[in-house]
């Protein structure tokens, strides 16, 4: 049964002075690197073949939520973690939920140049370059929503939930640019944010998709929707 735990960086002295190293300055936080998947991974690698059993999200700088199978371990002495609590929501068909969602929506293309392969694009800049000559920021605007919400009604079909558009805010477009290691190549991804009220139509395979998480970069602190009851 998997466990919801939160996770703070501790504030005691010999911490603290590291917390700019384990959480970069304020100026360069998401540009080239994320701190937080670091960080998060600590509290699971026991192994080092460990696979990725977990969803988190930073919350605020330092505090963070974790899903995962298995309750966080912190070997290091680096986190004051509250008593993990076992995830099993009593959902009904027909329930409504209040929902939060940070989450990297992207769509997969074939992609001729790289010999048909299925490439994936953020939905946001697909939508973008497919609209041709414009104003870029009304555009960018639009596709925002409209793009966020038509991925997230993808996400309801195949995680057994609906929402009414209005009920649904779609905010925070933002890209990120990660530097992979041993290399000076660029990993990059982009975010929305979503929040509002949902209704749970198959709540076995809703339950489902909030273990799994949804959309792409789940390593990088996307995809755990939180929810509660409206």
Partial sequence: M???????????ASVAVLAPLLLGSPGN??????PGHHLIWSLFADRPNRQRDFLWREMNV???????ERKPDDRHGIFE?????RFEPALDPGDRLQFSLRANPIIRRRDPKRGGRSVKHDVVMDALHACGAGPRAD???????????AWLAR???KGGFQFVADDVGVDGYEQHSIARRGTSRLMKYSTLDFEGLLTVG???AFQQALLRGFGASKAYGCGLMLIRRA
């Fill in 2 to 12: 998997p466990y919801l735990s939160r996770a703070c960086l501790r504030s005691d």
């Fill in 202 to 204: 198959n709540p076995d």
């Fill in 155 to 157: 996400q309801g079909s």
């Fill in 62 to 68: 330092g505090v963070f939520l974790i899903l995962s």
């Fill in 81 to 85: 973690i509250a008593n993990p609590k």
């Fill in 29 to 34: 936080r998401g540009v080239n690197r994320q």
């Fill in 139 to 149: 555009h960018r605007r639009a596709a925002v929503r409209e793009q966020g919400l």
